[in-house]
Protein backbone atom coordinates (compact mmCIF):
# COMPACT_ATOMS: atom_id res chain seq x y z
CA UNK A 1 0.00 0.00 0.00
CA UNK A 2 1.31 3.63 -0.89
CA UNK A 3 0.99 6.86 0.42
CA UNK A 4 -1.39 7.73 -2.56
CA UNK A 5 -4.28 5.01 -0.84
CA UNK A 6 -3.26 5.74 2.40
CA UNK A 7 -4.41 9.56 2.07
CA UNK A 8 -7.57 8.49 -0.15
CA UNK A 9 -8.61 6.38 3.12
CA UNK A 10 -7.59 9.20 5.37
CA UNK A 11 -9.96 11.89 3.19
CA UNK A 12 -13.00 8.78 2.78
CA UNK A 13 -12.80 7.94 6.64
CA UNK A 14 -12.06 11.32 8.62
CA UNK A 15 -15.86 12.99 7.96
CA UNK A 16 -16.95 9.47 9.55
CA UNK A 17 -14.60 10.60 12.82
CA UNK A 18 -14.76 14.07 12.80
CA UNK A 19 -18.79 13.68 13.00
CA UNK A 20 -18.10 11.85 16.17
CA UNK A 21 -15.86 14.60 17.37
CA UNK A 22 -12.76 11.82 17.62
CA UNK A 23 -10.30 12.52 15.71
CA UNK A 24 -7.74 10.34 13.31
CA UNK A 25 -4.63 9.99 15.04
CA UNK A 26 -3.11 8.02 12.69
CA UNK A 27 -3.20 5.03 9.30
CA UNK A 28 -0.66 2.50 8.24
CA UNK A 29 -1.03 -0.94 6.75
CA UNK A 30 0.99 -3.96 7.55
CA UNK A 31 1.88 -7.73 6.83
CA UNK A 32 1.79 -9.41 3.39
CA UNK A 33 0.19 -12.99 4.50
CA UNK A 34 -2.46 -11.36 7.06
CA UNK A 35 -2.33 -7.66 6.08
CA UNK A 36 -3.50 -5.93 8.80
CA UNK A 37 -5.01 -1.87 8.03
CA UNK A 38 -4.30 -0.52 11.22
CA UNK A 39 -6.49 3.11 12.06
CA UNK A 40 -6.02 4.77 15.99
CA UNK A 41 -8.86 7.50 17.35
CA UNK A 42 -9.11 9.65 19.97
CA UNK A 43 -11.25 11.63 21.17
CA UNK A 44 -10.78 15.75 19.90
CA UNK A 45 -11.60 16.73 24.12
CA UNK A 46 -7.97 14.83 25.25
CA UNK A 47 -10.42 12.89 27.02
CA UNK A 48 -10.05 8.90 26.98
CA UNK A 49 -11.42 7.53 23.91
CA UNK A 50 -14.14 4.45 25.50
CA UNK A 51 -14.13 1.22 23.89
CA UNK A 52 -18.03 1.57 22.86
CA UNK A 53 -17.01 4.77 21.09
CA UNK A 54 -14.50 2.62 18.83
CA UNK A 55 -17.02 0.10 18.37
CA UNK A 56 -19.56 2.49 17.42
CA UNK A 57 -17.84 4.13 14.79
CA UNK A 58 -16.35 0.65 13.67
CA UNK A 59 -19.01 -0.61 10.93
CA UNK A 60 -19.12 2.79 9.47
CA UNK A 61 -15.86 3.19 8.79
CA UNK A 62 -15.54 -0.57 7.47
CA UNK A 63 -18.49 0.22 5.08
CA UNK A 64 -16.81 3.86 3.91
CA UNK A 65 -13.87 1.57 3.47
CA UNK A 66 -15.87 -0.94 1.26
CA UNK A 67 -17.14 2.16 -1.01
CA UNK A 68 -13.86 3.04 -1.88
CA UNK A 69 -12.98 2.65 -6.11
CA UNK A 70 -10.50 1.23 -6.97
CA UNK A 71 -10.70 -1.39 -3.94
CA UNK A 72 -7.64 -0.67 -2.54
CA UNK A 73 -7.30 -4.33 -1.27
CA UNK A 74 -8.42 -6.37 -3.84
CA UNK A 75 -7.47 -9.33 -1.51
CA UNK A 76 -8.15 -10.22 2.41
CA UNK A 77 -7.06 -7.54 4.93
CA UNK A 78 -7.70 -7.14 8.47
CA UNK A 79 -9.30 -3.84 9.85
CA UNK A 80 -7.75 -2.84 13.46
CA UNK A 81 -9.43 0.12 15.01
CA UNK A 82 -7.86 0.97 18.41
CA UNK A 83 -6.82 3.77 20.20
CA UNK A 84 -3.30 5.47 19.89
CA UNK A 85 -2.44 4.65 23.33
CA UNK A 86 -1.48 6.51 26.62
CA UNK A 87 2.34 6.51 25.31
CA UNK A 88 1.43 7.46 21.36
CA UNK A 89 3.67 8.58 19.17
CA UNK A 90 2.99 12.63 18.16
CA UNK A 91 3.88 12.37 14.32
CA UNK A 92 2.55 15.38 12.83
CA UNK A 93 2.18 19.07 13.81
CA UNK A 94 -1.54 18.42 13.90
CA UNK A 95 -1.12 16.03 16.91
CA UNK A 96 1.65 18.77 18.24
CA UNK A 97 -1.11 21.30 18.20
CA UNK A 98 -2.98 18.70 20.25
CA UNK A 99 -0.18 17.87 22.79
CA UNK A 100 0.69 21.48 23.71
CA UNK A 101 0.50 21.50 27.55
CA UNK A 102 1.21 17.74 27.60
CA UNK A 103 3.54 15.52 29.24
CA UNK A 104 6.41 14.87 26.14
CA UNK A 105 8.90 12.39 25.70
CA UNK A 106 11.84 13.13 22.83
CA UNK A 107 14.27 10.93 21.33
CA UNK A 108 17.22 12.68 19.84
CA UNK A 109 19.76 11.25 16.45
CA UNK A 110 22.66 11.96 18.99
CA UNK A 111 23.20 12.49 22.28
CA UNK A 112 22.05 17.37 22.93
CA UNK A 113 23.93 17.96 26.23
CA UNK A 114 24.87 14.98 26.73
CA UNK A 115 21.59 13.02 26.29
CA UNK A 116 19.81 11.18 24.29
CA UNK A 117 16.26 12.03 25.77
CA UNK A 118 14.21 14.71 27.48
CA UNK A 119 10.68 15.16 29.13
CA UNK A 120 9.09 17.62 30.09
CA UNK A 121 5.77 19.41 28.74
CA UNK A 122 5.10 20.31 25.50
CA UNK A 123 5.04 24.21 25.58
CA UNK A 124 5.02 25.08 21.65
CA UNK A 125 6.62 24.22 18.73
CA UNK A 126 7.53 25.39 15.12
CA UNK A 127 8.97 24.03 11.75
CA UNK A 128 12.30 24.51 13.66
CA UNK A 129 12.47 23.34 17.37
CA UNK A 130 10.05 22.21 19.93
CA UNK A 131 10.01 24.05 23.07
CA UNK A 132 9.70 22.14 26.56
CA UNK A 133 9.66 23.35 30.30
CA UNK A 134 11.61 20.58 32.13
CA UNK A 135 10.98 19.25 35.70
CA UNK A 136 13.14 22.05 37.14
CA UNK A 137 10.69 24.09 35.58
CA UNK A 138 13.46 25.44 32.75
CA UNK A 139 12.21 26.21 29.66
CA UNK A 140 14.55 24.59 26.28
CA UNK A 141 14.37 24.64 22.85
CA UNK A 142 15.09 21.61 20.71
CA UNK A 143 16.05 21.46 16.91
CA UNK A 144 13.54 19.29 15.35
CA UNK A 145 15.76 17.96 12.96
CA UNK A 146 17.56 16.51 15.63
CA UNK A 147 14.53 14.65 16.81
CA UNK A 148 13.78 11.12 16.21
CA UNK A 149 10.72 10.38 18.19
CA UNK A 150 8.06 12.33 20.04
CA UNK A 151 5.50 10.60 22.33
CA UNK A 152 3.16 11.60 25.31
CA UNK A 153 4.79 10.12 28.33
CA UNK A 154 2.33 9.53 31.37
CA UNK A 155 5.21 9.11 33.51
CA UNK A 156 6.21 12.65 33.65
Known sequence: ??????EIIKERISP???KRKLMLWDISF????????TILIDRQDKTPIAMNEISEVTPFISEAMDQIEPDPFPDH????ISSPGIDRTIKSDDQLAWAVSEPVKINFFEKIDGQKNVEG??????????ELKNSAEQIE????????K???NQEV
Do not use: W
Open 141 to 148: DFPRDKIT
Open 150 to 152: ISL
Open 77 to 80: YNLD
Open 16 to 18: IIE
Open 30 to 37: FGAASPVL
Open 121 to 130: ILLDYSDSYI
Open 1 to 6: MNSKQL
